[in-house]
Antibody, heavy 124, light 108 residues
Framework: EVQLVESGGGLIQPGGSLRLSCAAS????????MSWVRQAPGKGLEWVSV???????YYADSVKGRFTISRDNSKNTLYLQMNSLRAEDTAVYYC??????????????????WGQGTLVTVSS | DIQMTQSPSSLSASVGDRVTITCRAS??????LNWYQQKPGKAPKLLIY???SLQSGVPSRFSGSGSGTDFTLTISSLQPEDFATYYC??????????FGQGTRLEIK
């Protein structure tokens, strides 16, 4: 069974750092595109970052320069290192696999499955 | 950034109703459109990808259509377990994907 389990969330003061983990089972993290998506309390979904199978990384402007996505192939685990945290970073953070189908030169990406999420609260 | 706008923001309906949710992109995104369902306290679940392809395991009462800028998610006959929030998401500008603001489907 394909499964993602996040951990590492908690209460952190503004300016602090936190590292989220996402342990995968049923598939190989390094062979897939892996993403982080967050959801502020009572709000919608916001894409945060992605790491491609080849190692390329991309970030939303709102976190660029503060967050770093990475993976440990030996542990089949995805990470999100979050530095210089702000109140507006308060959210449930989901990790997810990004899969795609390509035909006729077009590739259609989709996010599935998602982990259960881990709550990060930035407050003094 | 490509902006995704869903309508309505909330919707009340009864079991057995046919329901349609609309998603509009700020520019043409061809068929690079996915739909997700999210229940309270749970992670989103993929329903439809590439505008009209049904994800494995998703009931056939869910369907998607559209291309370019205008898309719809239709539930042919609402079931009690379908009351949730639905999000559209464009993958045209991958990796910089964006989501709609969500449509909350409530029991009438």
């Amino acid at each position: 069974e394909v499964q993602l389990v996040e951990s590492g969330g908690g209460l952190i003061q503004p300016g602090g750092s936190l590292r989220l983990s996402c342990a995968a089972s049923g598939f190989t993290v390094s062979s897939n595109y892996m993403s982080w998506v967050r959801q502020a309390p009572g709000k919608g979904l916001e894409w945060v970052s992605v790491i491609y199978s080849g190692g390329s990384t991309y970030y939303a402007d709102s976190v660029k320069g503060r967050f770093t996505i990475s993976r440990d192939n030996s542990k089949n685990t995805l990470y999100l290192q979050m530095n210089s945290l702000r109140a507006e970073d308060t959210a449930v953070y989901y990790c997810a696999r990004v899969t795609h189908d390509c035909s006729g030169g077009s590739c259609y990406f989709r996010t599935d499955p998602w982990g259960q999420g881990t709550l990060v609260t930035v407050s003094s | 950034d490509i902006q995704m706008t869903q309508s309505p923001s909330s919707l009340s309906a009864s079991v057995g109703d046919r329901v349609t949710i609309t998603c509009r992109a700020s520019q043409s995104i061809s068929s690079y459109l996915n739909w997700y369902q999210q229940k309270p306290g749970k992670a989103p679940k993929l329903l439809i990808y590439a505008a009209s392809s049904l994800q494995s395991g998703v009931p056939s009462r869910f369907s998607g259509s559209g291309s370019g800028t205008d898309f719809t998610l239709t539930i042919s006959s609402l079931q009690p377990e379908d009351f949730a929030t639905y999000y559209c998401q464009q993958s045209y500008s991958t990796p910089w994907i964006t989501f709609g603001q969500g449509t909350r489907l409530e029991i009438k």
